[in-house]
């Protein structure tokens, strides 16, 4: 026993490197990072995955040096698909990774305080709910308020539709009758979170938008006397503030009257939008979000954070608990009444990353001033390059309310979708810059969407340039095949 015990001792304690081997895969994995970021501006946005892109190492009974593995990451996963770390990634919704998150997870991974339960660790629960009631207080909250710093912007919306559902006593036998308020527009991790919270049998209105794409309430306040006409029982109404098509803020406030007058259980889904919070020109666009009863924000978005982080802000936390506390005697020690709520109590989530570091770091080495130019200034590029771009022939979508906005070349081709792909197409063998599509009410738009901290106005500048030599490459390769 004692002789087996040492032999499984000595292999079991290569877990735990010497200070030299430490240092040197943290040289090794830094260089590796510092290599990264000091040559971002001249990596792709977006790189042709390599033909054969499959890992070609296995798992093993022996370890291999860490050249191997890094070698293995640059060339596979790094120089491979959308980077979205770089100042060209203007597609979907970017974010970019400021580096100081990078050395929160680090701590984070190394120290592995436990950020689930307050017994555990009070001062990284104190962390987590001291930066949600920061994003309360910038939503405009009351005390009391709180949420759960989340994996990213989906798991944020369960949370609150979890909590609507229970606070509004939709049971199984009553889901047939619930109804559901959202625009065509909403993000479709919504309805994925209406399904899995058991919904999917509840009747969904999509309510007609306007020209801006934000939800016609008229439309709303009509659906909501029909419905109940006939006997339904309508129980929440979800806006968005920051569409993933066009950036655009629904009327929240008129939203948040008719959800009083009916009492339906009002969601803000702002989780690309909410940040601009912090911009005091946009302040207005929000209106009506301090009276909704929960938002769902990423950080991992609007503070350019690493993925990994969103949260979901609501306002009466005992009915999010009721929603998710569970009670069990393996967990007795951790069952009293402490001065702070614990995150397991209020998500789906015991054990957890201690996620908060992440984003307390950046916020307190920054401070708050270059986050808010940062969000002015991806405003005011979108702004810029909805100009542009028409001064360039294309046709534009609505005027952005935010930093995403849509547009595509006016062309006399006949099919002007097929070119607009055509053009993409183009982009995106450049590389340089990353843009992607979506397709409304049947028409086929290309996005841009500006949010990386690392878009300025060279970025902008680049995308128009290769633009135009897009167009003028499709515009060739049209004209010698129908000639
Ligand atoms: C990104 C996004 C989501 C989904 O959030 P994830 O962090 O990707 O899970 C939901 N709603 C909106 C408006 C978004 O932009």
Known sequence: MSDKLLQLEQLARRLEPSPEQRNSWNAQTQAYADDFINHIEILKAYDEPPPNGRLSLPVEEQGKPLEQLLAELRTRVDRAGINPASGGHLGYVPGGG????ALGDYLAAVTNRYAGLFFANPGAVRIENALIRWMCELMGYPDGA????????????????TTARDFKGIKATRVEKAVVYLTGQVHHCVQKALRIAGLGEAAIRYIPVDEHFRMDTKHLHIQLEKDIFQGLEPFLVVGSAGTTDTGAVDPLDEIASLAEQFGLWFHVDAAYGGFFLLVDELKGKFRGIERSDSVAIDPHKGLFLPYGLGAVLIKNVRAQYDAHFYKANYMQDAQQDWEEASPADLSPELTKHFRGLRMWLPLQLFGLGPFRAALEEKVLLCRYFY????????????????????????????????????????????GRVFLSSTTIDGEYWIRLAVLSFRTHKREIDLCLDILMEGVAQVEKELASAGG
């Open 98 to 101: 400021v580096f100081p998150a």
């Open 146 to 161: 709180l949420g759960n710093l989340s994996s990213g912007g989906s798991i944020a919306n369960l949370i609150a539709i």
């Open 387 to 430: 100009q542009k771009v028409q001064e360039c022939g294309f046709e534009v979508g609505p005027e952005p309310d935010l930093s995403i906005m849509i547009f595509r070349f006016r062309t006399t081709a006949e099919d002007s979708a097929r070119f607009n792909e055509r053009l993409l197409e183009y982009v995106r063998r450049d």
